[in-house]
């Protein structure tokens, strides 16, 4: 897999994101590279990106990008422009720097949601998607993945920090998955008791 050219083809669907109202499960599924990682789940994607900016390392820079996504902004702004100079106010900075701001988050970001996707086993639709991008690079398999991470200064601690606490957000899941089992099979043994009791013609 060519990385670097993945990581630069996810940054762009990414940034173009930001555009008009923002992110939303219309638009993300309007995207190649997400839509095949979060299998085809627009809304699954949406909360997940904005899951991993609530906690991310370096909350100012994430703020940056939350408003430009919409995820957090002034009333009434519904354009890009908007918001940035929204947000700019807000922190007493240039909108330049809130446009930097966004864009390295945004590439750390691609870096990690594919670092975390790759670990686990990949879809057909993803390996299509990935193998689509490699063809238009005209990759072969040349080099090291982790030198690709390592270009980013910081990126392989955010990403682990990152894949770590999506792992503690899954055992949670699970647990929550089996509690409400459990609490199910209760409530059928409850209706069998009722069913036996009153149930009888």
Sequence with gaps: MNKVAVATRLEGELKDLRKG???SAQAIARTRLLQAIFKNRPGEARKHIEWLLADWPDARKAEALRHAYGIKSGVGCIDLTDRREFYAS??????????????????????SLIDEFMRSPANEELREAIAEVDRSSGWQETGSARATIESVPGAL??????????????????REVAELRSELERANALNQ?????????
Excluded: W
């Design 21 to 23: 109202p923002g992110i």
């Design 90 to 111: 807000l922190i007493g900075q240039s909108t330049r720097t809130v446009i930097n701001h966004e864009d390295e988050t945004i590439q750390r970001l691609a870096l």
């Design 157 to 174: 601690e955010e990403s682990s920090v990152l894949l770590r606490k999506s792992l503690e957000r899954a055992q949670q899941l699970e």
């Design 193 to 201: 008791m009722l069913a036996r009791l009153f149930g009888g013609d």
